[in-house]
């Protein structure tokens, strides 16, 4: 059974930074590209990043230049560092797969406000 759980989100005032955790299980993590989407308060969901099985990221303009997409294949984990964060950032994270079907976890909450 494919799971993923997010952690290390939270409060955290503008300029700040956060490192998201995705830990994954019931699936070969290193085989497959990873995504992290957010959905803010009353918004729709909204891709962040991804990284493929084989290292390349790529990033929503809204985001490049501030947050990094990692992985550990070795720990089955995903990572997302958020560094100068905005107010707009504030959203709940989610991670996603695609293994014959979308999933995804329950997402961490990143609020950023002074």
């Known amino acids: 059974e494919v799971q993923l759980v997010e952690s290390g989100g939270g409060l955290v005032q503008p300029g700040g930074s956060l490192r998201l955790s995705c830990a994954a299980s019931g699936f070969t993590f290193s085989s497959y590209a990873m995504t992290w989407f957010r959905q803010a308060p009353g918004k729709g969901l909204e891709w962040v990043s991804t990284?493929?099985?084989?290292?390349?990221?790529d990033y929503a303009e809204s985001v490049k230049g501030r947050f990094t997409i990692s992985r550990d294949n070795a720990k089955n984990t995903l990572y997302l560092q958020l560094n100068s964060l905005k107010t707009e950032d504030t959203a709940m994270y989610y991670c996603?797969?695609?293994?014959?079907?979308?999933?995804w976890g329950q997402g961490t909450q990143v609020t950023v406000s002074s």
């Open positions: 990284i493929t099985s084989g290292g390349s990221r």
């Open positions: 996603k797969v695609l293994v014959q079907q979308w999933y």
